[in-house]
């Protein structure tokens, strides 16, 4: 069978094979196939056992074996999606599939496009991708960086894809290690401060699934707001603070305990171990 190379199809005609098929690869797939991006036939995925692949087979209505190299070759446009130290044995095992055409999307975190390009052994075209687990709901944000073989027609291919599980924003290579740490890495910390105010909410007397709505409805609109209004976030916190309300009196507790401080700290330790995880 031919198939069309990366650089000349649009998303109707691609062929995607995603790799390693795991939490962030499984989000990934079914959300191509909810939002209608791709149809079944158009997606074949890969696992480590084969008992999970007919599992997930049967689940998600598309192909899914343990075969790498059967599965790259008949795509066009493949995802690698295992875990960062395993990438460089993966492509090892796909490159007799590879012959240049092939758009490589990897949403591995911390490997670079350069490493990919180095284990094909060849001149292809390579886009690094870090979306987030909200992806699921099509309420994801993915950063997308291409390496040098990349064309527009390429990035255009992979941004539609990325498009239809949330946003998507192009970065510099240099930042993807800092958008791991933020957005990638992000929802984790964010379900921990929603626990945190449940937890507070139930402390003050509220029923635990009342204090979870409100903290999670609370997290949706202020992020709403900020993301539709486009006001810094400090002036829309000012419209909340009254002056001797109740508001300032919780603002001085997060102060006083160093929530900026420690959000800030997050950040950079995470984009730190993002920096180290490909050498596993
Ligand atoms: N979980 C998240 O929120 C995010 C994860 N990522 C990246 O996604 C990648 C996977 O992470 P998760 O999905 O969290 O881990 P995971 O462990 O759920 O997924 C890895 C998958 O790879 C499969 N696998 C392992 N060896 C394989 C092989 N040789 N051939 C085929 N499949 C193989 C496993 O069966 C598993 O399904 C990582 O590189 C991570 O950096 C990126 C953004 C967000
Ligand atoms: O924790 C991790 O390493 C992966 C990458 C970003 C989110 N999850």
């Known amino acids: 069978m031919t198939i069309p190379t990366s650089s000349s199809i649009s998303v109707a005609q691609a062929r995607v094979a995603v790799l390693g098929a795991g939490k962030m690869g ?45 599965a790259a070759k008949q795509a066009n446009v493949i995802l690698l999606g295992v875990k960062p130290f395993q990438i460089a044995g993966l492509m090892e095992e796909i490159r007799p599939a590879l012959d240049g055409t092939k758009l490589l999307v990897s949403f591995a975190a911390s490997v670079k496009t350069a490493a990919i390009e180095e284990a094909a052994g060849m001149a292809l075209p390579v886009i690094r991708t870090m979306p987030n687990t909200p992806s699921m709901l099509g309420a994801g944000i993915s950063a997308l960086c291409s390496g040098k073989n990349v064309l527009p027609e390429h990035l255009q291919l992979a941004s539609a894809l990325f498009e239809a599980v949330g946003r998507t924003v192009v970065v510099d290579e240099k930042h993807m290690d800092a958008v791991t740490g933020l957005s ?11 626990e945190a105010l449940a937890e507070a909410g139930v402390k003050v007397g509220l029923p635990r699934d ?20 486009g006001y810094h976030p400090a002036l829309l916190k000012d419209a ?21 401080v ?17 050498a596993g």
């Open 26 to 70: 499984g989000i990934l797939l079914q959300a191509f196939l909810k939002q209608n991006i791709l149809r079944p036939d158009q997606i074949v995925a890969t696992v480590a056992h084969e008992d999970r692949a007919l599992a997930l087979s049967a689940q998600w209505g598309v192909e899914v074996t343990t075969d790498n190299l059967a």
């Open 240 to 260: 909340v603070t009254t002056p001797a309300g109740c508001t300032i009196d919780g603002i001085l507790e997060l102060e006083e305990g160093g929530l900026r």
């Open 184 to 194: 990638a890495s992000g929802p984790a910390y964010i379900y921990i401060i929603l």
């Open 262 to 278: 420690t959000l800030i700290k997050a950040v950079m330790r995470a984009t730190q171990r993002a920096r180290e995880l490909a």
């Open 210 to 229: 009342i204090a979870t709505l409100l903290a999670a409805q609370t997290t949706l609109g202020a992020a709403k707001m900020v993301l539709d209004t």
